[in-house]
């Protein structure tokens, strides 16, 4: 279920980013979507509190140091392990602006659909805001968090977000600095042409100056057309051990059939891409920073 409403949130991002909108995290909030929205959060806060439980052995989220890379419209995830005694910081690029229109009634819901007491977000619903002693906001891209010390972080989490940054290898390397030695990861990587999934690749086909134009053009959204084989080369030149790569959609042999000969005949640097790597549309990699 959860898989499935990414899926709905990035198809709608998709139309928006192929009518020319302003970055999703700065669009006005819909209010009739908070339900959808609440238990779009509660699921990823399950993953998140089991990932950073099952890296400390299950003892709990209490004093460590949990980063999530593009929280999205709301960080309620990461509240959520504040409330339960991490340190949780919050990083993006373009970091969603409280919308008092949106996010009180978003956090009462959540907070509800919690099903027990939660300090960080009983604070934010009190402030109205978020509280400094609470979570830490960074509005910094992944490529330069310069607000995070070295070897500061225990664990860093990010959920459709790596596709979208500009400079793979800078983030990496910015994972690998913040991390501490043995610090765990979870990134769950989304290769898809953005623009239209039902037409996963067509990206592929473009020169890089086209695609540059059209990268800088949708602040990124469109996907930066990394490929999974690529990614994880990236973080282990970085100094990550991929412990796991989990592809969790494949493209549909009937695109595919399609789209391999057009690949072929095209002036593209992935004109001879292996289609081992065309298949694979999304995968989660866990890591882990070597000591």
């Known amino acids: 279920m959860k898989f499935v409403n990414l899926l709905k949130r990035m198809r709608r991002r998709a139309a928006q980013i192929a009518g020319g909108a302003p970055p999703v995290n700065f669009r006005a909030r819909n209010p009739?979507?908070?339900?959808?929205?609440?238990?779009?959060?509660?699921?990823?806060?399950?993953?998140?509190?089991?990932?950073?439980?099952?890296?400390?052995?299950?003892?709990?989220?209490?004093?460590?140091?949990?980063?999530?890379i593009g929280p999205g419209i709301n960080f309620a995830p990461m509240l959520a392990l504040a409330g339960e005694g991490a340190k949780a910081i919050v990083a993006d690029r373009f970091l969603a602006p409280w919308?008092?229109?949106?996010?009180?009634?978003?956090?009462?819901?959540?907070?509800?659909?919690?099903?027990?007491?939660?300090s960080a977000l009983e604070a934010v619903i009190r402030a109205g805001n978020y509280p400094p002693d609470v979570i830490t906001l960074v509005q910094e891209p992944t490529e330069h968090l310069t607000s995070i010390s070295d070897r500061s972080v225990d664990f860093i989490i990010s959920n459709a977000v790596m596709e979208h940054v500009f400079d793979l290898e800078a983030a990496a390397q910015e994972f690998a600095r913040i991390t501490k030695?043995?610090?765990r990861h979870s990134h769950q990587v989304d290769f898809r042409d953005h623009r239209n999934f039902d037409q996963p690749l067509e990206f592929l086909l473009l020169e890089d100056g086209q695609f540059a134009q059209l990268f800088e053009r949708?602040?990124?959204?469109?996907?930066?057309?990394?490929?999974?084989?690529?990614?994880?080369?990236?973080?282990?030149?970085?100094?990550?051990?991929?412990?796991?790569?989990?592809?969790?959609?494949?493209?549909?042999?009937?695109?595919m059939a399609s789209f391999v000969p057009r690949l072929r005949r095209a002036n593209s640097r992935f004109k001879d891409l292996d289609e081992q790597e065309l298949l694979r549309l999304s995968a989660r990699f866990f890591l882990r920073r070597a000591a």
């Not at 229109?101 to 027990?116: D, S």
């Open 181 to 183: 030695p043995n610090g």
């Open 218 to 255: 949708t602040s990124g959204e469109t996907g930066n057309r990394r490929r999974a084989g690529d990614m994880r080369s990236a973080f282990e030149r970085s100094g990550f051990v991929v412990e796991d790569m989990q592809v969790t959609e494949t493209a549909k042999p009937d695109y």
């Open 32 to 68: 009739e979507e908070i339900d959808a929205d609440v238990t779009y959060a509660v699921g990823n806060a399950q993953s998140y509190h089991a990932f950073v439980a099952e890296g400390r052995g299950d003892i709990g989220v209490a004093d460590v140091t949990v980063l999530e």
């Open 99 to 118: 919308d008092p229109g949106y996010h009180p009634e978003f956090h009462r819901r959540f907070l509800t659909a919690w099903g027990k007491p939660n």
